[in-house]
């Protein structure tokens, strides 16, 4: 991943030594944002890159109690960019084929489009009811490019009550440390009733193409000619909420090199 320079290179690997690396917690007006994640494995070739799985967890609440808390309306994660996204090749799937459509359907009917897994909290405000949680699984699905961006669909499925909604993340590409960008928003029919309290999501996959094992995504760790490990800025996200409320936590990574 980037990094400062030699020597804040140095400083860095001793910080990272004392376990600096850890999540942001933010509070922005009434919202409080938490934000953790990273890569797996750790340890990775010097040059070059290898397949990684990356990691992204975050919470969301009201800083004075209020239920339900404010409502997220956009969720925004770059990484950094030293990460590489690739699918070529790999099935695609549509959001009418998966929604409405129980995890296990839709495991059925776009499995060969699934590059994650991950989590979805939301705190459920209906007219004439007292707030309530709904916790579903989530499944990521690589999706046909739109107007030339890349896309993943994050679809969501709960129990209690029996419901489902899709997250199309817009996948782009720009200058700065965090080079991958993916971005989304809350469904309009979801904003009259869901509030988000968390979103956690891991993005993994290997497939074969043109003869070849490929990855989804692969990463290295350039750490300087004599360092066995490094330090730097993994991913940051921006959340916007409906009341004008923007949080942009931070979170940092460390590798080891193979």
Not at 16 to 31: L, M, T
Not at 55 to 67: C, L, Q, R, V, Y
Not at 89 to 118: D, E, M, W
Request: aromatic share 8%.
């Amino acid at each position: 991943m980037k990094l400062l320079g030699p020597i804040a290179a140095a400083l860095l690997l001793l910080a990272a030594a004392a376990g600096v690396a850890r999540a942001d917690r933010v509070k922005e007006g009434n919202v409080i944002a938490t934000f953790d994640g990273g890569i797996a494995p750790k340890s990775l070739p010097r040059s070059g890159v290898a397949p990684v799985s990356v990691e992204i967890k975050s919470s969301f609440a009201a800083a004075d109690g209020s239920d339900p808390p404010p409502q997220l309306r956009k969720i925004s994660i770059g990484i950094n960019r030293q990460g590489r996204l690739f699918s070529r090749g790999l099935p695609t799937c549509r959001v009418g084929r998966i929604q409405p459509s129980t995890i296990g359907a839709a495991k059925k009917i776009c499995g060969g489009a699934i590059v994650g897994h991950g989590r979805v909290g939301v705190r459920v405000n209906l007219p004439n009811q007292k707030p309530f949680d709904f916790n579903g699984p989530l499944l990521a699905f690589n999706a046909k490019p739109h107007n030339g961006k890349r896309r993943i669909l994050a679809q969501v499925y709960g129990l209690r009550p029996p419901s489902a909604f899709v997250l199309t993340f817009r996948i782009r590409r720009k200058g700065g440390t965090y080079g991958t960008v993916i971005e989304t928003n809350l469904p309009k029919s979801a904003r009259d009733w869901a509030y988000v309290t968390r979103f956690e999501m891991t993005l993994r996959r290997t497939y074969s193409w043109r003869g070849k094992m490929r990855s989804y995504l692969s990463a290295g760790c350039p750490a300087p000619a004599g360092f066995p490990a490094a330090i730097y800025p993994f991913a940051r996200g921006k959340f916007a909420f409906a009341d004008g409320t923007r949080a942009t936590p931070e979170v940092t990574g460390n590798c080891t090199v193979r």
